[in-house]
């Protein structure tokens, strides 16, 4: 019995040395590959259309709505003026709004309850913003 004891143990502990050589080895080429610039290949990306915070922000703009711009307009201003998936779309776009919102770049068209309720508006800060970039 006690040479399959020793068989297994002797077994498992070569591996061990051979996996310890093969990480000093990656080591040793990553330590040698950060010395070295990486190199971008430029090029178009995947898709030519801006984020959807950009877009969103264009729409509400461009919309010129008094009490705002509602869900559904900005999503018929996307869909018209980007190609965008009408499904998935939708999702990106209610998840840019909310952080939009969060963040202070959109304000509530109005109150709940009231006309306008629904619809986002670019808030002030964000007009300033985008005025003092298109000077620049």
Do not use: H, W
């Amino acid at each position: 019995m006690a040479d399959f004891i020793d068989a297994p143990v002797a077994a498992a502990e070569a591996p061990v040395q051979e996996v310890a050589k093969v990480v000093k080895a990656k080591k040793t080429v990553a330590a040698a590959s950060k010395g070295k610039k990486k190199v971008t290949i430029s090029g178009k990306s995947k898709t030519d259309k801006p984020t959807y915070a950009a877009m969103v922000t264009k729409a509400i703009l461009e919309l010129k709505e008094k009490k705002g711009s509602s869900r559904q307009s900005i999503m018929k201003y996307l869909q018209g003026n980007y190609k965008v998936d009408a499904a998935s779309a939708t999702l990106l776009m209610n998840k840019a709004l909310k952080k939009m919102t969060t963040d202070g770049r959109l304000v509530a068209g109005a109150q709940a309850g009231k006309s306008g309720a629904g619809c986002y508006k670019v808030s002030m800060e964000e007009k300033t913003r985008i005025k003092q970039v298109e000077k620049a």
